[in-house]
């Protein structure tokens, strides 16, 4: 039986407690990942190799008691690999379905934009309607459906950007940077003394959030009130976006979604039943990054998406 837990705040403190076995540096990322989890939403972790994104999504896998696949995108990756394909069985004379990897709870697609459009398309279907069609049938994902998806923000040679449509999917753009080097002298040490990456048995069992206190915690971030004046906000932020000086596209309405469903799991987080402005603007640079285009004249002048969206949200007066 699994650990029971009240609250968002105590699931989350148990979570950072156990992935603080495996993973070191700052733990905030978990907790986004948590969040993401929670609210039903998908992940782009952006970060040069060796950053321990796959672990994380591992770990995030682990602790939460969901089954895990990883794929590895590259350029001759077929959409059947992902989503799976309908094969002729002999012995019964009739067609069936072999599903693909898609059919996990976490699905980690690493490298994601190494694959070409039509295979990264292949994501969309699972990732908007958490359901996938093969065979003109519709096979559901499960409530606990979650797509992680790594890129490497250095390497373009041989890649295949996301489309603008691909990104608005992804509830959060989180960066994985180094490691501060105080921590990167932890993993050394960790390293000298034996430690595996690819061996989680020094997370402890049963997992801290099982389906059903998984259950539990979004009726929790579910029952978060939201009051006009943060609606707004939240709506005021997103449009700043789309007539800034930076960016030649804003945030789509999905931005606006993110907002509201993070900024109430946020507010779940601080231990809070209602929602702060402060709760939708902490999470407002996660949310919106990835969905935003800057201008020619902003790149050239070095000006990068988060200060984009830092710039946005200053436009915007915080409701007292």
Do not use: W
Request: with cysteine.
């Amino acid at each position: 039986m699994a650990l029971r837990v009240e609250t968002l705040r105590e699931a989350a403190a148990r979570v950072r407690a156990e992935a603080g076995r495996v993973l070191v540096g700052p733990l905030e990322i978990v907790d986004l990942c948590l969040l993401a989890m929670i609210v039903g939403g998908h992940v782009l972790l952006e970060g040069v190799p060796g950053t321990a994104k796959t672990l994380l999504a591992r770990t995030l896998a682990r602790l939460t008691d969901a089954r895990f696949a990883r794929v590895q995108f590259t350029p001759d990756l077929l959409p059947a690999d992902v989503i799976g394909t309908v094969v002729y069985n002999q012995q019964t004379a009739a067609f069936e379905v072999r599903p693909g990897p898609i059919f996990s709870d976490i699905v980690l697609a690493d490298e994601v934009n190494r694959s070409p459009a039509r295979t990264q398309a292949a994501l969309l279907e699972a990732m908007e309607e958490k359901q996938v069609t093969l065979d003109n049938r519709r096979h559901p994902l499960g409530d606990r459906f979650m797509v992680i998806a790594t890129q490497n923000p250095i390497e373009y040679e041989g890649t295949y950007p996301l489309p603008e449509a691909q990104l608005d999917r992804f509830l959060v753009k989180l960066e994985v940077p180094y490691l501060p080097i105080a921590d990167e002298a932890v993993l050394a040490r960790r390293v000298a003394e034996g430690f595996d990456p690819n061996d989680l048995s020094a997370i402890g069992t049963p997992p801290v959030v099982d389906a059903p206190i998984l259950a539990a915690l979004r009726r929790e971030v579910g029952a978060v009130r939201v009051e006009d004046p943060v609606l707004q906000y939240a709506v005021a932020i997103v449009d700043a976006t789309r007539h800034g000086g930076d960016l030649s596209l804003g945030a789509s309405p999905r931005g606006t979604v993110a907002l509201v469903r993070l900024g109430q799991a946020a507010a779940a987080l601080a231990g809070r039943d209602y929602c702060q402005p402060e709760d939708v603007k902490g999470i407002a640079v996660a949310a919106l990054r990835h969905r935003v285009l800057r201008r020619p004249e902003a790149e050239i002048q070095g000006v990068g998406e988060v200060t984009a969206i830092e710039r946005a949200l200053a436009r915007v007066p915080v409701p007292r």
